[in-house]
């Protein structure tokens, strides 16, 4: 890993397209600006470690997928009265 | 695009292989899938065609919660050749969990499908707007019905 120490508004460029600029820091919180193409990715990491172990939670593997499919077979969906998610709901 | 296939009780499952653009999270050597019908159900395993004995269970996206509304990023849309949400299909991992009391569908990240070309991505939403564990059902409400 490259480390490099930064003041509010010092950038890092990454391979002639990515900028990425320290906007503020305020106490244990850095702001960071990042500018790059549209089809560059840019997430927050525990975002991805959340959904990896979600799927691995939700993946049946061999002889689980029986019991499963048994709690799966009554469920009763698309009603219109069906719940609008909220934002508190199951946060990671 | 898709294809009959008889099962043992000679009723008709749909099979349609998927070609994930990138492996899922948690999951990322698999690339390749089968979307399997269940009998009577708007459920779907998506079975892994690398490792049979993986399968998830999915479900189109509105028939989970049909107000679901999300922009793709620009990056998801060129990695799928999507042009428009026509050509989309939204399908949402349900977690089916004893030890959390019921079945939950992951909301913050949607498979998105190409319909034409069944290329297929999980997508991140990022932005706190939609749960990764969204309560579909609870295994008490389904003890009393």
Redo the contacts between chains.
Sequence with gaps: MLILTRKPDQRILINDDIVVTVLAVDGDRVKIGISAP????V??EE????????????????PE?RT??R????????T?A??????????? | MTAAVRDSDASATQRTTLRFVAGMPGLEEYTRYTLVGIVSSPVYWLECDDEPAIALPVAAAEAISPSYAFELTTADAIALGLGGARDALVLVVLTVSRERGGITANLMAPIVVNRATLAARQVILDGNRYPLRFPVESFDDAADN
């Design positions: 549209a089809e560059v990715s997430l927050r975002l991805q470690r959340a959904v990896s172990g979600e799927n691995r939670t939700a993946a049946a593997r061999g997928r499963l499919e709690s799966l077979l009554g469920l009763r969906l698309a219109a069906a719940a609008t998610p909220t934002a508190d709901q199951g946060k990671p």
